[in-house]
T-cell receptor
Framework: AQSVTQPDIHITVSEGASLELRCNYSYGATPYLFWYVQSPGQGLQLLLK??????LVQGIKGFEAEFKRSQSSFNLRKPSVHWSDAAEYFC????????????FGTGTRLLVSP | DTAVSQTPKYLVTQMGNDKSIKCEQN?????MYWYKQDSKKFLKIMFSYNNKELIINETVPNRFSPKSPDKAHLNLHINSLELGDSAVYFC????????????FGPGTRLTVL
């Protein structure tokens, strides 16, 4: 079945430590890939996206993600986490079907400890 | 100069009532969406309109009826509200191509008592 998996429901990271959030997809072809962030009580904001070209994508707020076709993964990374990064992170995909239907993973809640 | 706005932000109502949520975008986008986020934070698309025409209609009960009076507005009307309708509803907009960024509103938290 076609799906987007975020295996970690929540992750706790110390402030200043590095972060990696995992995302795997299960589709026949390479979809468009997105990472969105949802701060408490807020809507979603795009961090970065990938659909072709360089497999290492830079985003806002110091985030980056790497697309690995062989692993069907699109993991999100940040070298040094700030307390303000505490939020819910969603990986999402769009199949290239001619219109945009975002399919979200279940989300990973990031907690940042002092 | 909010890009995507929704009203109301909170909505508390009794079972069986009918309610509407309004959404407006000032980004000039052609496509608008409604998403439902349940209590476990799972986000699922409900509807999508492109230039006032319905293009995505997921398996949503027909008590939910979207209406797009123009391409800047997409309202969601819900009839005969049920307890299970309690959720946060997000409106979003984009230009509609597969790789485009979707811009989300702040959400409407609906509580059905």
């Amino acid at each position: 079945a076609q799906s987007v998996t975020q295996p970690d429901i929540h992750i706790t990271v110390s402030e200043g430590a590095s972060l990696e959030l995992r995302c795997n997809y299960s589709y026949g072809a390479t979809p468009y890939l997105f990472w969105y962030v949802q701060s408490p009580g807020q809507g979603l904001q795009l961090l970065l996206k990938y659909f072709s070209g360089d497999t290492l994508v830079q985003g806002i707020k110091g985030f980056e993600a790497e697309f690995k076709r062989s692993q069907s993964s699109f993991n999100l990374r940040k070298p040094s986490v700030h307390w303000s990064d505490a939020a819910e992170y969603f990986c999402a995909v769009v199949l290239n079907t001619g219109f945009q239907k975002l399919v979200f993973g279940t989300g990973t809640r990031l907690l940042v400890s002092p | 100069d909010t890009a995507v706005s929704q009203t109301p932000k909170y909505l508390v109502t009794q079972m069986g009532n009918d309610k509407s949520i309004k959404c407006e975008q000032n980004l000039g986008h052609d496509t608008m969406y409604w998403y439902k986020q349940d209590s476990k934070k799972f986000l699922k698309i409900m509807f999508s309109y492109n230039n006032k025409e319905l293009i995505i209609n997921e398996t949503v009960p027909n008590r939910f009826s979207p209406k797009s009076p123009d391409k800047a507005h997409l309202n969601l009307h819900i009839n005969s509200l049920e307890l299970g309708d309690s959720a946060v509803y997000f409106c979003a907009s984009s230009q509609g191509d597969p790789g485009d960024t979707q811009y989300f509103g702040p959400g409407t938290r609906l509580t059905v008592l």
